[in-house]
């Protein structure tokens, strides 16, 4: 009986210990704020065509790209490597499934072969990234670097230098389109996400990508194959990230070659640090990474629904997220923790010495 | 070799090949006859459609048949420094004349100066330089931002005689080009007591960006705004996408203007998404052309040329317009 009434609350311990937490601290807030200023923010109705219709819908088909780059992000961070080229492997795929869907008939084939080039591609970005980082030895920043600068130039190349937009009802369906009254794009990101966490941490896999983090020599000695992992890892942060590409220009059937996934890489970075992944490597933590997406996809939409000015967007991101930051930092934490013992402590003091 | 020397040829290899990948479309003209005037052409290089129509305009224009040599330097990814690095280079080969279209509006000063000294005339092509000081070029060629977003602002007051509520997609905060378009419109709607701004919010240019935002403030105004003004067609185009998405009649129920006039936004005019479409004309090469034979003449030309700018505001007029338009 004490059993089951010690497992929620422990439970709950245990949520409250995990770093992500302070994330959907963020996210509860942030829905607040937007609640008081319009109480029928939560109100997620029936629209139209059956489908749910509300601004948390809005916020949950938003993450869904944010998500997938940032589980990518997650998987390469634990290795103790970092991947600059996630944005630029989206605005890639964008372009190849525009251009290809441009001049192929409307049909469901179509629109699956356009996906299936895609994970082809972004699959080849990704081990070229894995190749420079595990064969040839270069610093992950650098390789990745040099993918996000030339994926960017390859998907002008590939459009010609202009936005290219195309017509496909299956390709659209996937940004656009509900199954059981819920956004597709939410459906999918979170089924890969679960299935790229079932993946690694129900197999060795996980630990071995920690292993590679947090002593690459130590690993090796150990029996794990690190260039075999190193590749594998980049592959599938490239091929989540051409998925991201597929939501991102499906929802508007444009690619717009600067802008698609632009500076995406510096979001998949921040889901993944709040959600507490060490960038120095050696453990990682996909759910938080998920709610770390979720947490910036709120944000953008607060931002809008609230009417901060243009002007004043970048500053009013930078503040959310330096208190986030600073309330996950265990060091702030003790510092509030010993001030409030301190002051509880000292009349306790003062009474001892005045007895 | 050591491995910071194989890295750093490697880091060197990747860079030249990026840097290739994204010039390709770029033609050099190399081969320097004695006889042709050499122009030095300090460009923006890739940003989109209306960038991409206005530098190959002119280049199409300043050719070996029309007696010149154009020499192209497209800034990388929108780097002032490179910019002003090429200007230098063009100062020192001693070209015949500058075109310059600036990424950014400051620090121009001590180029410019250095272009003076060597007497080679430097001609500002779409974008202008701050402190606009304009003893340090020759004039400044250029559609009106103002103008332009007036044109829009004085379609809006005689679409709606009866009032709107409106909302505004702007593009990145501080860039010239949205502060100015910014000001003509907000001079004509502003004083229109009937129009009431519900708010806006940047876009980035980007279609994505725009119908991500124009369905958050649909639902935050309960679908109660009547026109949109982007600041340019795509995000216009993201609009549309939003509006029909909330279950709304673009064109009807939300009216949809934006500047630039690219194809794609006469299509969707053509088709009555969109409700009017100011142009933001980028073929001035003929103008272009016409200054530079002045000014190596010795002709006194203006210290501001204002290229002239149609606007569309019925499917019929984009219709016209579009079988041959070429951007």
Redesign the interface.
Known sequence: MSANAHGPSEALKGLVRRQYFWGIVAIALLLLVNLI??PGYLAVSI??SGNLV??VI?ILR?AAPIILIAVGMCLVVATGGIDLSVGSVMVVAGAVSMEFLKGAPDTVGSGLAAIGLVVVVSAALGAVNGA?VSV????PF?STL?IM??G???A??IT????T?ATNETFRWIA?GYVLGLPVVFLLALLLAVAMGLLVRRSALGLMLEAIGMDAKAARLAGVNRRALLFTVYILGGVLAGFAGVF??A??M?V?????G?QLELDAILAVVIGGTSLAGGKFNITGAVVGAILIATL??T???L?????A?PAFKAVVIVVLCLLQSERVRRMFRQRRAAGAARPAEREVVAA | MS?KQR?AQ??GT??V???A??L??CSGGDSGGDDLTTIGFVAVG????WR?ANETNIQDTFTEEAGYELKYAPAT?LDQKSQIDAFTSFVDEGVDVILLSATEATGWEDSLQRAQEAEIPVILLDRGIEPDDTDLYVTRIAPDNIEVSTAVADWAVSAFPDGANYFVL?G???VSVVNERNEGFDAVAGAQPSLVK?????A??????A???V???L??NDNDVQFIFAQND?MG??AV?AVQ?A?LTPGVDVKIATIDGTK?ALGALAAGELSFVAEYNPLFGETALDVVEKVLAGDEVESSIVVPSATFDSPEAAETALPDRKF
């Open positions: 200023k319009d629209g139209s509300g601004n809005d938003a420079l040839v030895g270069l610093q650098i040099v600068l030339a960017r130039g390859l002008k190349v010609g230098g202009q936005n937009s656009n991102a220009t929802s508007v444009t717009d070659v600067s802008r698609t632009y953008d939409k931002v809008v629904f009417g901060v000015s243009s002007s967007t | 491995a890295l490697v880091v990747a860079a090949g990026a840097l990948l994204g390709t479309a890739p940003e989109g459609a991409e990814n702007e990145p905060a501080g519900v708010g806006a919010q940047t980035n240019w980007s279609t994505e960006e119908k991500s935002v369905e958050t403030v639902k935050s795509e185009l993201g996408q998405e279950g794609n």
